[in-house]
């Protein structure tokens, strides 16, 4: 089975897969690197969500920040069809944009537009790096900041990427490649030593 497949397979499980990542503190993780963003609470931006899975960045966004705007994707769309599901409940659908598309593709789907904001998380991990980085930039405004939440390169890290078939990089080649791609390391964000989620850490860089 490759890395597409197990994704997929994810997928079909969504409802679970997001029960499990509650339970093992991955909500918390995310909660927290969102609050750390440098946003204010009532300030009005944009972002897009690269390889949004079921949501839990445009979620904790949405929680946090009452004027963000969101266009979020992912290339499965049983991930997707739970994202909107998660909207709906909560009633953020006047918020937030959710379409089907590929990190690697052309994404006409967004035209033009702009972001003041990027996140990707658990995506770089599966496919080439650098490549998908550039393909992403080209909507981030000038200026605009760039959130990326890669799966440690530590013993725990490298048994979860076992499981789902990717690949770790150290957080010096994580944040060399974003460097040498004209954007500008803020700082390095860790989970407090209390939270249970030792696998995931946030580097945050601005776009020069």
């Known amino acids: 089975m490759d890395s597409r497949s197990v994704y ?32 204010s609470k009532d300030s009005s931006f944009k972002v897009l969500d690269a390889g949004c899975g079921t949501g839990p960045y445009s979620l904790a966004l949405l929680k946090q920040y009452k004027n963000v705007q969101i266009t979020a994707f992912d290339f499965d769309k049983t991930l997707v069809d739970r ?8 009633n953020f659908e006047k918020r937030i944009k959710v379409f089907t598309g590929d990190v690697q593709d052309n994404l006409l789907e967004l035209g033009e537009e ?4 990027i996140i990707v998380s658990g995506v770089f991990e599966y496919l080439p790096m650098e490549k998908v980085l550039v393909n992403l930039s080209r909507f981030l405004e000038s200026g605009g900041y760039f959130l990326h939440s890669p799966v440690r390169d530590n013993f725990l ?6 499981l789902y078939i ?25 989970m407090p030593l209390y939270t ?5 850490e946030a580097h945050l860089f601005k776009k020069n």
């Open 166 to 190: 990717c690949k770790t990089r150290s957080r010096e080649q994580n944040i060399e490649i974003f460097e040498r791609n004209g954007f500008v390391l803020q700082k390095v964000l860790r």
């Open 114 to 117: 702009k972001f003041d904001l």
């Open 83 to 90: 994202l909107k599901t998660r909207v709906l409940n909560n």
């Open 157 to 162: 890290g490298k048994l979860v990427c076992k």
């Open 8 to 39: 997929s397979t994810i997928g079909k499980v969504a409802p679970l897969y997001d029960l499990f990542s509650n339970v093992i503190g991955y909500k918390k993780s995310v909660d927290y690197f969102v609050s750390q963003l440098p946003f």
């Open 196 to 200: 249970p989620v030792p696998f995931k």
